[in-house]
Nanobody, 116 residues
Framework: QEQLVESGGGLVQAGGSLGLSCAAS????????MDWYRQAPGKQRELVAS???????NYADSVKGRFIISRDNTKNTVFLQMNSLKPEDTAVYYC??????????WGKGTLVTVSS
């Protein structure tokens, strides 16, 4: 069972910034795209941002221009820098990787709360 270990998160005021990180094993990290999802109370989990092994990024429309996903291949870590945070960004954020097109691994999630 692969482990994705998230860190970061917490409470921040609207307009503020917060950073998340997710460490993975080299086996799952090195050749796979890494994703950040989030799930707000009462809502479905949604894809926030993804980054391929080569560094190509993709963002949900709701976070474009505010969030930045990046990865450090030497540390097997993916990051999510969140700027200009809004109350609607409040959610549990999950790190995700799909290995071999079949196996999904998830972190335990980290709570981000944005106060108005």
């Amino acid at each position: 069972q692969e482990q994705l270990v998230e860190s970061g998160g917490g409470l921040v005021q609207a307009g503020g910034s917060l950073g998340l990180s997710c460490a993975a094993s080299r086996r799952v990290f090195s050749r796979n795209a890494m994703d950040w999802y989030r799930q707000a109370p009462g809502k479905q989990r949604e894809l926030v941002a993804s980054i391929t092994s080569g560094g190509t990024t993709n963002y949900a429309d709701s976070v474009k221009g505010r969030f930045i996903i990046s990865r450090d291949n030497t540390k097997n870590t993916v990051f999510l820098q969140m700027n200009s945070l809004k109350p609607e960004d409040t959610a549990v954020y999950y790190c995700h990787v799909r290995v071999g097109g079949l196996l999904d691994y998830w972190g335990k999630g980290t709570l981000v709360t944005v106060s108005s």
